[in-house]
């Protein structure tokens, strides 16, 4: 990560208000005990992007991140255990992602 990320991902530490540090890095987010380390950022930040583009794709990763844990924990809590057993649908995806690769 190039300088222009370590300011944004200053910059949004700070807007976020964590200081809780791990071997992951710091904590940027944390809804329902699940937590979003600076490290998975690392991904998501070109190494080419402007200073303004770096805050914009952080800001919006832990948007998504951020709905997506509310979501999870909503369907943890409304679903019943047969709907959220997908080990079939699992299972046939697996084989499709298998059939895939051998054909191309």
């Known amino acids: 990560m190039n300088s222009i990320h ?3 991902l200053i910059c949004i530490l700070s807007f976020f208000g964590c200081t809780e540090r791990t071997d ?4 940027l987010a944390e809804v ?3 937590k979003l380390y600076s ?3 690392d991904k998501v930040i070109s190494p080419d992007a402007t200073f303004e583009d ?3 794709m952080v800001k919006e990763y832990v948007n998504v991140w951020l709905s997506k844990q509310v979501l999870l924990h909503q369907a943890e809590q409304v679903l ?3 709907q959220k057993d997908k080990s079939k649908q ?3 995806y697996k084989n499709d992602l298998l059939i895939y690769e051998v054909l191309n």
């Open 6 to 8: 370590h300011i944004a």
């Open 24 to 27: 992951k890095g710091k904590v």
């Open 32 to 34: 329902y005990g699940e």
């Open 39 to 41: 490290s998975e950022l």
């Open 54 to 56: 770096s805050v914009f």
């Open 80 to 82: 019943s255990l047969e």
């Open 90 to 92: 699992l299972e046939q």
